[in-house]
């Protein structure tokens, strides 16, 4: 069948067992609760996985530091060259990777296998990195002194990640703080276990067969138990946390509360402008992929779109005939473009928030509706919706709600679309459509979007890795994957050298008897 032939592809048939979802290095455990992998086109039951207990949450803390006291010494180059490893070992994979994405999160197989490409992607970037993480000499203003700024390995890295990038996230996390010299230790979202499980075993069989302790690429399936743990735990140098707003603001007080390092990427409520001088040829498509695709599920969706008043009917009447064709149904199958939401509670987020918008008066131009495509009565389908609501005053701009519902207001002046782009408390990514330079000057400069993202004729999800990702207010101003970025995974040594036969003090203070 659909799912059995995915699972086979990377050996993943419990065959009624149990799999286990806890790799320390030292093989494969988990005796904590089991939770179930559940396929949302279907809703077939995929899998049973072995959580951690809190005893063997301590146990895989204490292994992956035994592991990060010998990794730390490998050279970097060396880090390097096994993770070019990793890369062909993930290649070599991607498609059924790609596809085992779709069926347990749902997304299409093209946005599955990108995923994948995305950690394969920042695999390179981090092969050259381990040759390049450079430190600084810095002139001192003492004769005979040296100053060196000095990157060392943090030490445990935990990455919490979220289940609409089961293994992208995961990757950008990985590939950092691999070459780096730590150890990571990876929660993934429970309800995409399987993601975790098939990524970890390729990650693990090349360190085995280069004699690395696996314990620096260790997995804990867990609920919330787990990751508080992981907040909590002293060993823990540093959290990557992807998620909501709402866990995120608890995970950044645990772990500054005990003065770890913290690396939030939060919620995005993301908006496109469209200027009249836009090409429409390119941005009707943009728009509709950015809110759309991945039904509307990525943190960098296109939930706000912001028309200019002279092209806003055009622009309207060719985004409503792209909706009006949207093939839907199963993620698996190459022509779908949307696929199921991950759950029923998003399904049920979805439905409150079509009615809030029919409740305050919106003017809703397509969708509004649960579905069910023939032949998926249980998959978490919902139409996409656009709606243009009656005032810029409510609540429902200022939320992030992962489902493709998107809002339209019609603006006249660009500051005026700038503002309501900035209006939101969370600060991830932006678009806008003009060919005027004095427009996109605008846009990108200090009055313009206070976005992390900030995009000009190119839509707001589907970043590459080499920039830094990440957004800024309550998205949590963490940045992930490329730019500069892995100086986070590193501890930062200021170090003064003398090599005088003096030693005299800076700012020329005088302590002498
Ligand atoms: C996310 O939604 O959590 O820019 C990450 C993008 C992808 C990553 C999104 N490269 O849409």
Request: proline share 5%; hydrophobic share 40%.
């Amino acid at each position: 069948t659909r799912a059995s032939n995915v699972l086979s592809a990377l050996g993943l048939e419990s065959q009624g067992g149990v799999l286990p979802g806890v790799y320390t290095g030292r093989g494969w455990g988990g005796t904590g609760n089991v939770v179930a992998s559940k396929c949302p086109t279907t809703g077939e039951h995929l899998a049973d996985v072995t959580t951690a207990t809190p005893a063997e949450f301590h146990s895989v803390i204490e292994r992956s530091r035994e592991a990060f006291h010998s990794f730390r010494m490998l050279p970097a180059p060396r880090r390097g060259e096994i993770l070019r490893q990793i890369r062909e070992a993930l290649a070599a994979k991607r498609d059924s990777l790609g596809a085992l994405v779709s069926l347990e999160m749902g997304k299409i197989l093209s946005e599955g296998i990108g995923e994948v490409q995305e950690f394969i992607d920042i695999c390179d970037y981090a092969v050259g990195l381990s040759r390049m993480m450079n430190g600084q000499v810095i002139a001192s203003e003492r004769p005979g002194h040296t100053i060196l700024e000095v990157p060392n390995p943090l030490g445990l890295v935990a990455v919490i990640s979220a289940f609409n990038f089961p293994v992208a996230v995961y990757g950008w996390n990985l590939a950092l703080s691999f070459v780096a010299g730590n150890a990571t230790l990876w929660k993934p979202a429970p309800s995409t276990p399987l993601c975790s499980i098939a990524v970890t075993r390729i990650v693990a069989e090349v360190l085995e067969k280069n004699g690395v302790d696996g314990g620096v690429a260790a997995l804990i399936t867990g609920g919330h138990e787990v990751g508080e743990a992981l907040c909590e735990s002293e060993h823990v140098t540093m959290v990557s946390f992807t998620g909501s707003e709402h866990i995120g603001a608890k995970v950044g007080r645990k772990v500054q509360g005990r003065f770890g390092k913290v690396l939030l990427e939060l919620g995005g409520n993301n908006a496109s402008i469209v200027m009249p001088d836009a090409d429409l040829s390119l941005a009707v498509p943009s728009v509709f992929f950015g809110a759309v695709g991945t039904a509307g599920q990525r943190c960098t969706s296109t939930r706000r779109l912001y028309l200019h008043r002279e092209i806003a009917p055009r622009f309207l009447d060719a985004l409503k005939k792209a909706y009006a064709q949207i093939p839907t149904g199963d993620p698996l199958v190459s022509s779908t473009l949307l696929g199921p939401l991950h759950n029923q509670n998003a399904v049920k987020a979805y439905h409150k928030a079509a009615m809030h918008l029919h409740e305050v008066g919106a003017e809703i131009l397509v969708g509004g509706k649960v579905k069910h495509p023939s032949g998926f009565d249980q998959g978490n389908f919902v139409e996409a919706t656009i709606a243009i609501p009656p005032s810029q005053d409510l609540d429902l701009w200022k939320r992030e709600l992962f489902a493709p519902i998107l809002n339209v207001a019609i603006f006249d002046e660009l500051d005026q679309a700038i503002e309501w782009n900035n209006s939101v408390p969370q600060g991830l990514s932006s678009s806008i459509w003009t060919k005027d330079i004095r427009n996109i000057g605008k846009f990108i400069g200090p009055s313009g979007s206070d976005c992390g993202i900030v995009n000009v004729n190119v839509g707001n999800s589907g970043a590459e890795i080499g920039a830094a990702f990440g957004g800024n207010k309550r998205t949590g101003w963490g940045r992930e994957s490329g730019g500069d970025s892995w100086k986070q995974y590193v501890r930062w040594s200021a170090c003064t050298i003398n090599s005088s036969n003096e030693a005299p003090l800076a700012q020329g203070v005088n302590f002498s008897l």
